[in-house]
């Protein structure tokens, strides 16, 4: 955690949804604390917090994190009342737009994904991560720089489901050669994609800059299919970059998909290359 960041949590999101989720636990966590006999003060010394702190998480200002809610449940002898909230708190530290996209990513059964600018977000490290959006303007506080790199490093749990979504990656060569935050970082970087590439349900390709005439111009791709045949797509380049879900849409991202990835390198090739432009770092 990066230094000045709160660790308690963070300040929910105006609108969201997930608001009153954490209101009902701010008012069950001053119902657990009055039937304790304690006061503000007396928790917050308990816990290690502030007293401004805990005076927001029970006025459903801050989203607790799951291990401040497992502490004070058993300081408050809650009989776990409060634990029972952790998942939902740990969703709810999440901004709305990514908690969407891990929902769709955790039903996902096929992956195909085009990145021309940056390295996808699945496929990033968590240094590279936090270097790429500090790049980003207006800049994010710390509190919410912080928020930003946990949430895309949750999403990368999608790796580990039985049985996984089969992934197909197609990068852009400048993707790989962008220094974003410095050279080492860079390094680390291609180093775990190397390794991301070696799973079995992978396939990692790089488009190389001298593909002049591909349909990747347009900008990213991203598709989505679920078990059900049903699939969610979106692109950069049509449909004002929203997310689209019809069948004539879908086919239409496909078929560009599908041009793009048989003129990129090939699995194997494109293991050779990062190999090679780690080399030349």
């Not at 005076?55 to 200002?61: F, L, P, V």
């Not at 989203?63 to 408050?76: A, N, S």
């Not at 291609?190 to 799973?199: F, G, I, S, Y």
Request: aromatic content about 6%; charged content about 30%.
């Amino acid at each position: 955690m990066s230094e000045g960041v709160d660790e308690t949590g963070w300040d929910v999101e105006p609108g969201d949804e997930i608001e009153s989720i954490v209101q009902a636990v701010g008012r069950l966590l001053k119902v657990c604390r009055e039937a304790a006999g304690m006061t503000v003060p007396e928790l917050a010394v308990a816990m290690g917090y502030g007293e401004d702190m805990i005076r927001k998480i029970e006025r459903g200002a801050r989203i607790p994190r799951p291990e401040f809610l497992d502490k004070v449940d058993t300081l408050l002898k809650a009989q776990g009342h409060l634990r029972a909230f952790m998942e939902d708190m740990k969703r709810a530290r999440y901004p709305k737009k990514v908690r969407e996209l891990a929902e769709l990513e955790g039903r996902a059964v096929e992956m195909s994904l085009y990145s021309n600018h940056n390295i996808h977000g699945l496929l990033q490290t968590e240094e590279y991560a936090r270097a790429l959006l500090r790049t980003w303007r207006p800049a994010y506080s710390p509190d919410q720089l912080e928020r930003m790199v946990a949430a895309r490093m949750a999403r990368k749990s999608v790796f580990e489901r039985a049985p996984s979504p089969e992934f197909s990656f197609v990068q852009e060569e400048v993707t790989l050669r962008r220094p974003i935050g410095d050279t080492m970082v860079l390094r680390r970087q291609l180093e775990h994609m190397l390794e991301v590439a070696k799973l079995p349900f992978v396939e990692l390709q790089v488009m190389p800059t001298d593909r002049a005439n591909h349909p990747g111009t347009g900008g990213r791709i991203q598709v989505i299919k679920f078990a059900d045949g049903t699939g969610m797509g979106r692109t950069d380049g049509d449909f004002s970059g929203r997310p689209v879900s019809s069948p004539r849409q879908l086919r239409f991202l496909d078929l560009r998909y599908g041009i793009i990835r048989a003129q990129a390198l090939t699995p194997e090739e494109s293991l050779a290359f990062i190999e090679q432009a780690l080399g030349e770092l």
